[in-house]
């Protein structure tokens, strides 16, 4: 343990004088190659403009070097995989492509995936925003905001062994350990294997991300709230609104913005989703996503990078324009400002 802590000490200064080294080496190249002194006064002007076009250029290299290396360059690679058979030697053509349209596993992983965007961050970004204006309204509110914002801390595989003792159920005459089936058998229902009900344990696996989650929408939410003008309030009260309408035409409106980052941000989350899908059922009964899909096809059953690879891309494919139009509209946020 202590020499895994000085191995990351280690790690973190030796980075830091790489980069130093690294941005106090390359100006002075820079200023060797373009030098002001001794020149003739327009050769120096040329020279001081060339280092200014330039210098930034050099703190910017790192990391457009490391977006090409880990970004750019697999983004590329999956794209010719795509095109390949499941050993990536032979070229196929769109066959790849044919099989995902017609495989009844990737039709319910693309319907599970839009369940999944229909149902989750419009959940958490609504609870977050309840619980934001309500404890913003009690004596308590930052102690409920802790509890709240607590599972943000837990990973998703240790927030889905949590929730599998929650869905836990045992056969036959066995004492049900399962909070909810302990529920249900309180009230005289009958206990059932959960999340393996069709359709209802696709829900079921979302409560986790749900849970997970409010406590991040319910945190940035109340940010803006507390942005809002103590003014803009009043004047809603003494002109009768009551709490309803002071939240719904005063509050939401002026938070739209945060909204809509907090929505999209979940939105890229969850089409990402994979830890809570592989812990809980693995993709059986129906609940596989496009994550897991290409987990399985990938590293499964001896492995198909081809159809690994179209699956990858659509996941891509459907993450980008959310992102675009995020940073898009934080751009056009800041020039606001």
Same mark, same amino acid.
């Given at each position: @343990?202590?020499?895994?802590?000085?191995?990351?000490?280690?790690?973190?200064?030796?980075?830091?004088?790489?980069?130093?080294?690294?941005? !106090?080496?390359?100006?002075?190249?820079?200023?060797?190659?373009?030098?002001?002194?001794?020149?003739?006064?327009?050769?120096?002007?040329?020279?001081?403009?060339?280092?200014?076009?330039?210098?930034?250029?050099?703190? $910017?290299?790192? %990391?457009?070097?490391?977006?090409?290396?880990?970004?750019?360059?697999?983004? #590329?690679?999956?794209?010719?995989?795509?095109?390949?058979?499941?050993?990536?030697?032979?070229?196929?053509?769109? %066959?790849?492509?044919?099989?995902?349209?017609?495989?009844?596993?990737?039709?319910?992983?693309?319907?599970?995936?839009?369940?999944?965007?229909?149902?989750?961050?419009?959940?958490?970004?609504?609870?977050?925003? *309840?619980?934001?204006?309500?404890?913003?309204?009690?004596?308590?509110?930052? #102690?409920?905001?802790?509890? !709240?914002? @607590?599972? @943000?801390?837990?990973?998703?595989?240790?927030?889905?062994?949590?929730?599998?003792?929650?869905?836990?159920?045992?056969?036959?005459?066995?004492?049900?350990?399962?909070?909810?089936?302990?529920?249900?058998? $309180?009230?005289?229902?009958?206990?059932?294997?959960?999340?393996? *009900?069709?359709?209802?344990?696709?829900?079921?696996?979302?409560?986790?991300?749900?849970?997970?989650?409010?406590?991040?929408?319910? *945190?940035?939410?109340? %940010?803006?709230?507390?942005?809002?003008?103590?003014?803009? #309030?009043?004047?809603?009260?003494?002109?009768?609104?009551?709490?309803?309408?002071?939240?719904?035409?005063?509050?939401?409106?002026?938070?739209?913005?945060?909204?809509?980052?907090?929505?999209?941000?979940?939105?890229?989350?969850?089409?990402?989703?994979?830890?809570?899908?592989?812990?809980?059922?693995?993709?059986?009964?129906?609940?596989?996503?496009? %994550?897991?899909?290409?987990?399985?096809?990938?590293?499964?059953?001896?492995?198909?990078?081809?159809?690994?690879? !179209?699956?990858?891309?659509?996941? @891509?494919?459907? !993450?980008?324009?959310?992102?675009?139009?995020?940073?898009?509209?934080?751009?056009?946020?800041?020039?606001?400002?």
């Amino acid at each position: @343990m202590v020499s895994q802590i000085f191995s990351a000490f280690g790690a973190v200064i030796v980075g830091v004088l790489v980069c130093a080294g690294y941005f !106090v080496f390359s100006n002075k190249l820079l200023d060797m190659i373009f030098p002001d002194r001794g020149r003739d006064v327009h050769t120096a002007s040329v020279n001081l403009q060339w280092r200014a076009t330039i210098r930034p250029w050099l703190f $910017l290299a790192p %990391a457009l070097i490391l977006l090409l290396i880990y970004l750019v360059y697999p983004v #590329i690679a999956t794209l010719i995989l795509s095109f390949k058979d499941r050993n990536g030697d032979q070229f196929v053509g769109l %066959a790849n492509y044919q099989w995902a349209l017609g495989d009844r596993e990737f039709r319910q992983s693309i319907f599970n995936n839009i369940l999944w965007l229909a149902v989750v961050p419009a959940a958490c970004t609504f609870f977050g925003l *309840v619980i934001a204006v309500m404890t913003d309204r009690i004596w308590w509110g930052n #102690i409920a905001k802790s509890i !709240v914002f @607590m599972p @943000m801390a837990i990973s998703f595989v240790g927030a889905s062994v949590i929730w599998k003792f929650i869905y836990e159920y045992r056969g036959g005459n066995d004492t049900q350990i399962g909070l909810l089936n302990a529920i249900v058998q $309180l009230f005289g229902g009958t206990p059932q294997v959960w999340i393996s *009900v069709p359709f209802w344990n696709n829900i079921f696996l979302m409560i986790i991300l749900i849970w997970i989650q409010t406590g991040f929408a319910m *945190v940035i939410l109340s %940010a803006a709230l507390r942005g809002i003008p103590e003014e803009t #309030i009043e004047a809603a009260v003494i002109d009768g609104a009551n709490g309803w309408q002071i939240f719904w035409k005063i509050m939401v409106p002026q938070v739209w913005g945060t909204i809509a980052t907090v929505w999209t941000t979940i939105t890229i989350l969850v089409l990402k989703v994979f830890d809570i899908v592989l812990t809980m059922t693995n993709g059986q009964w129906d609940t596989m996503v496009l %994550a897991n899909l290409m987990f399985n096809w990938m590293f499964r059953g001896g492995g198909d990078s081809g159809r690994s690879a !179209v699956i990858a891309l659509i996941i @891509m494919l459907a !993450v980008t324009p959310i992102m675009v139009w995020n940073v898009r509209r934080a751009n056009r946020e800041t020039k606001g400002h």
